[in-house]
């Protein structure tokens, strides 16, 4: 167990519709990443927040957003959900931004019908 | 951006076998190379790293070797036994990046009693 918790398990969804995927890192670790893993796109960078602010973004959607609350969890927002967004969505955390050591969760599976 | 290349995509060996997995990586200033171990439905776990100013590391079975010149690590997994099963990823990860970690595509690796 990593220490990193991730809600839901499991989201079965429609095409069209705006889920939420929701994180809690490490006690401790400020900086929070999501990662996408798919069959054909193999795990990728999506976005980086740290201590409430974005650092950094990758191969992010205009569709998906993110925020990390005072509280340091964070919530990955995904609108417009077409059938290529089934995928599953990883978060990790570390204790700073620039400290490499990434901690994932269990991930999140979404399906998208 | 930064490319990881990894090899071979799966990996059969029979228990007390070494099993060998290699990785390029393509950004020069990446200085950071994390190995994960991911099991069927969990999140990847992080097993053992190098950093680019180490040539080698080991922990117990597990050692990785990197060649910042030719800039390739590897993971070296001795005595492998059946629970060693599992995908592992290779990472990296440095400044251009901003410290996200970037995969590559995994290698099934399937340890035969």
Redesign the interface.
């Known amino acids: 167990d ?1 220490g ?1 918790t991730q809600t839901p398990k499991h989201l079965i969804t429609a095409t069209g519709q705006r889920v939420t995927l929701r994180c809690s890192p490490r006690s401790g670790d400020l900086s929070v ?1 999501w ?1 996408q893993q798919s069959l054909d796109q ?4 999506l976005i ?1 927040y740290y201590n409430g602010e974005e ?2 973004k ?1 191969n992010i959607l205009e569709r998906f957003s993110a925020q990390q609350f005072p509280d340091l969890h964070s919530e990955l927002n995904l609108s417009s959900l077409e059938l290529g967004d089934s995928a599953l969505y ?1 978060c ?1 955390s ?1 204790v700073a ?11 999140t599976r979404l399906t998208v019908t | 951006g930064e490319n990881v290349e990894q090899h071979p995509s799966t990996l059969s060996v029979q228990e007390g076998d070494s099993a060998v997995i290699k990785c390029t990586y393509s950004d020069s200033a990446s200085n ?1 190379f ?1 190995w ?1 171990k991911q099991e069927l439905g ?5 097993i053992i ?1 190098i ?1 680019s100013n180490v040539g080698e590391k080991k922990d117990q079975r597990i050692a990785v070797t990197l060649n910042k010149t030719a800039k390739h690590f590897s993971l070296h997994i001795t005595e492998t036994q059946p629970e060693d099963s599992a995908v592992y ?1 290779c990472a990296a ?1 440095g ?1 251009n ?10 290698t099934s690796l399937l340890v035969t009693p």
Do not use: I, M, T
């Open positions: 990593s990193v990443y990662y193999g795990l990728q960078f980086q650092r950094a990758g990883f990790a570390s931004p620039d400290s490499y050591e990434q901690y994932f969760g269990p991930g | 950071y994390p994960y969990k999140g990847p776990q992080l790293d950093r990823f990860s400044p990046s901003g410290y996200a970690l970037n995969f590559g595509k995994g």
